[in-house]
């Protein structure tokens, strides 16, 4: 139970800022938000987590609504090297439990 | 190394045959996943270790896949009297507390 939706795909601009969105109603209080990313051939990439509040990093930025129940991981100036399948995962910030991968959004940054 | 080691990167096996897969975590990460990926799908979780736990071996698919972690350190994924449906790339990754994996670069298995 992956309990996040995302689009299955989208396109980018090169240049221009990707926002991935991602539902979570379901998201329990102790849950986070997890953003990792699968280039083609490689294993999945860590990119950014957060619990409610706003998160930025040397990759991305994500936000989280007040109400927490959906997120959209920005990419500020998108690059063909972007291009991947980006997932979207919940769970609490210890490890013991599982990360749920979806079948993500699968991301195309277009020349 | 600084990353997930996994080896071999590439196998080819017959049908019927065993295969063992091995994957170093990054040095001192406690918790210790496999997951596997068939070709277009998203990841399945298959065991996942921590410490001296016992293992939550939930995902493996039958009684022909095991795994095993020696020393709090490096794994074995086993499959035993492989299928052509075993074909996938199989995933290791490892963790501290509080944080995200870090993957390794995957085994692809071929079942011919």
């Known amino acids: 139970d992956a309990k996040t939706t995302q689009p299955p795909s989208m396109d980018c601009a090169e240049g221009r800022a990707a926002n991935l969105p991602c539902n979570h109603s379901t998201i329990s209080g102790n849950e986070y938000v997890y953003w990792y990313r699968q280039i083609h051939s490689q294993g999945p990439q860590y990119i950014i987590h957060g619990l409610k509040n706003n998160e930025t990093n040397e990759m991305a930025s994500l936000i989280i609504t007040e109400d927490r129940k959906s997120s959209t991981l920005i990419l500020p100036h998108a690059t063909l090297r972007d291009t991947a399948v980006y997932y979207c995962?919940?769970?609490?910030?210890?490890?013991?439990?599982?990360?749920?991968f979806g079948t993500g959004t699968s991301l195309t940054v277009i020349p | 190394g600084a990353g997930v080691s996994q080896s071999p990167s590439n196998k080819v096996t017959e049908k019927g045959k065993d295969v063992e897969l091995r994957c170093d975590p990054i040095?001192?990460?406690?918790?210790l996943y496999w997951y596997r990926q068939s070709l277009g799908q998203g990841l399945e979780f298959l065991i996942y270790f921590q410490g001296n736990s016992a293992p939550d071996k939930s995902g493996l698919p039958s009684d022909r896949f095991s795994a095993e972690r020696t020393g709090g350190s490096v794994s074995t994924l086993t499959i035993q009297r492989t299928q052509q449906e075993d074909s996938a790339v199989y995933l290791c990754?490892?963790?501290?507390?509080?944080?995200?994996?870090?993957f390794g670069s995957g085994t692809r298995l071929t079942v011919v």
């Open positions: 995962i919940v769970r609490p910030s210890n490890t013991g439990n599982q990360f749920y």
């Open positions: 990754a490892s963790a501290a507390n509080n944080y995200g994996y870090t």
């Open positions: 040095s001192g990460h406690t918790a």
